[in-house]
């Protein structure tokens, strides 16, 4: 099983520039989500989903659009990238609905703005 | 809203003896359920642990329990007989239970270090 698909897994990016980081998952989850890591503020939820076309802010969305076309896909685009959005992305989906659902996570993206 | 509370940025064990990790979190959900997850230096996270609220008994899993005590809103990680591996990032999360409130939320971490 593939899991919870992120790529890519590092990007430099210019400031101003444009990206989308892509998510993708094969375990038919409704719940999808964005985290973001830097040191010593854990994981901050950036936006997350829960079924396909309904999506929800998370504690740090300025700057950040998703959307969620299908099951499968979630991606995080950045508009108009600044340092301050350098650090590292996980995406994370599960099941809703029943107890002991415990996020699946892809392997992280290292974003860089310069 | 939810939040979750982890004091202890950083913490050294001898190797072979056990730990607790703080977490203590607030919700208003009246259904929810608590996490720990592991995130060894190569960055992955690893689930270890679930406790949901309404769970009679605290969860167990091999070395690692998880102290749960709901009237003071804490849910505590023990590892017994604590291995160089252990070494890593540890997280509290915690997510309602009910329709809107799925939502995943993190503390900031305990780094654990485990001494030979």
């Known amino acids: 099983n593939a899991g919870v698909t992120q790529t890519p897994k590092f990007q430099v990016l210019k400031t101003g520039q444009s990206m989308t980081l892509q998510c993708a998952q094969d375990m038919n989850h409704e719940y999808m989500s964005w985290y973001r890591q830097d040191p010593g503020m854990g994981l901050r939820l950036i936006h997350y989903?829960?079924?396909?076309?309904?999506?929800d802010q998370g504690e740090v969305p300025n700057g950040y659009n998703v959307s969620r076309s299908t099951t499968e896909d979630f991606p995080l685009r950045l508009l108009s990238a600044a340092p301050s959005q350098t650090s590292v992305y996980f995406c994370a989906s599960s099941y809703t609905g029943k107890r002991n659902e415990k996020l699946f996570f892809g392997s992280g993206t290292q974003l860089s703005v310069l | 809203a939810q939040k979750i509370t982890q004091t202890q940025p950083g913490m050294f064990v001898q190797e072979k003896e056990a730990v607790t990790l703080d977490c203590t979190y607030d919700?208003?959900?009246?259904?929810?359920?608590l996490f720990w997850y592991k995130q060894p230096s190569s960055g992955e996270m690893i689930f270890l642990i679930y406790q949901g609220s309404y769970d009679q008994q605290n969860a167990t899993e091999g070395r690692y329990s998880l102290n749960f005590q709901k009237a003071r809103k804490s849910a505590n990680l023990v590892i017994s007989a604590s291995q160089l591996g252990d070494s890593a990032m540890y997280f509290c999360?915690?997510?309602?239970?009910?329709?809107?409130?799925?939502?995943?939320?993190f503390g900031t971490g305990t780094r654990l270090t485990i001494i030979p």
């Open positions: 989903s829960v079924g396909a076309g309904i999506t």
């Open positions: 919700t208003s959900d009246p259904s929810y359920g």
């Open positions: 999360a915690m997510r309602g239970l009910t329709f809107g409130n799925e939502k995943l939320t």
